[in-house]
């Protein structure tokens, strides 16, 4: 399971950072491209973890609360705006990596 929750996780940090990036050629916010580059590295982080004997667990633990921040953040946005991309885009893939990591890690 170790390696399908360190997938998961790199792919979040792809969706992270392009979130990110769009979100910085859309609006010019260097905050986005900031906030993309810094859970992309999160994201990141918690795969080296996950693929860690000592660590799986934190590195899992890791995945979910920035899965969950970002579903979070993103969904109260999407709430706002009502931008669809890169706003509702990003809390779904969120919320499903979420969903897998916890499924994952209790292996249901």
Known sequence: MAMENAAVARA??????????M?????G????????GVLG?????????????????????????LSVALVGRMGGYYAKSGEVAPALILAICGALSAIQLMRNQYRL
């Open 12 to 21: 979040m940090a792809a969706a992270s950072v392009a979130g990110g990036l």
């Open 29 to 36: 916010t260097k905050a986005s491209l900031v906030v993309g």
């Open 41 to 65: 590295a999160g994201y990141l982080g918690a795969s080296a973890l996950m693929q860690s004997r000592a660590w799986e667990r934190f590195g899992t633990w890791l995945g979910i609360g």
């Open 23 to 27: 979100g910085y050629y859309n609006k």
